[in-house]
């Protein structure tokens, strides 16, 4: 299992540790002996992170998590200040996140799912918004909702908040990217929906190459392989790429980028 790489460091400045997650590393430990994940690495590193006593205790200062199959930058708190403090910039919308992603363009991805909403427009620069619903067996999905959806989508509505992504920008990574139907979409959120940005992606039919939940065509290639999510194997071509926080310290907008993996 490749290790995490530190971006920045805790002191007594900074009080709080940027790591960059690999592909296939969970963010957050599922019991008290699981130490394969993000967090349990980074507190084996640096003790003080283990010291943080969040809204879940096992995951202490843990400001946000990134699925196990997506790369990328992930914020935790050194302090019960610093955690307290993000806590409530997230609810403002001030901890903005972006994510790069290399995606199937102009693909009818929702008619080929089942529980969308009608396939919306995405526009470079534009915004998706939407309320968010569990779906599928065991709630491992997620679902767009609007005002428009079915009664029965809107009573399996969570939490009454709308959530949106930000498409900063839409553009062929490359000639042969671009030549194979792909390109790369680069997207930003202030509070997040588990797998929205995914989700809200796979809507707007430009589903993330590789993604066995919501790329429909790479996910009934696995099912008629009969491996299902087993297809996932290969890459999930999604990055959590760059974020964006105030450090109440120094008083001080922090930005930490990184390349994609």
Not at 52 to 72: C, F, M, N, Q, S
Not at 95 to 101: E, G, L, N, P
Not at 135 to 143: F, H, L, S
Request: glycine share 8%; with cysteine.
């Amino acid at each position: 299992m490749d290790q995490i790489k530190v971006i920045s460091a805790p002191d007594k400045d900074n009080p709080y540790a940027v790591i960059y997650k690999p592909k296939g590393l969970p963010s957050a430990p599922l019991s008290d002996d699981d130490k394969e994940n993000a967090l349990c690495k980074a507190v084996e590193l640096f003790p003080e992170l283990g010291k943080v006593a969040g809204k879940k205790e096992i995951e202490h200062g843990l400001l946000h998590r990134l699925d196990t199959p997506t790369d990328g930058l992930i914020l935790i708190a050194a302090t019960k200040d610093f955690y307290d403090f993000m806590l409530s910039q997230q609810e403002q919308g001030h901890f903005i996140k972006y994510y790069t992603a290399t995606c199937n363009k102009n693909f009818q991805n929702p008619k080929l799912l089942d529980g969308f909403p009608p396939q919306i427009e995405p526009v470079e620069g534009g915004i998706i918004r939407s309320y968010f619903r569990s779906y599928g067996k065991g709630g491992k999905e997620v679902r767009p909702v609007t005002k428009d959806s079915g009664t029965a989508a809107l009573k399996k509505l969570g939490k009454p908040k709308l959530y949106q992504t930000e498409l900063v920008s839409i553009n062929a990574s490359d000639s042969d990217a671009a030549s194979a139907g792909k390109t790369c979409v680069i997207c930003r959120i202030s509070q997040g929906y588990r797998h929205q940005v995914r989700c809200h992606l796979a809507w707007a039919g430009f589903p993330v190459v590789n993604d066995p939940i919501y790329n429909a065509a790479f996910r009934l290639a696995g099912d008629k392989a009969g491996e299902g999510d087993a297809c996932g194997e290969e890459q999930l071509q999604f990055s959590a790429t760059r974020i964006e926080f105030t450090n109440p310290v120094e008083k001080k907008l922090k930005i930490f980028n990184v390349e994609r993996n």
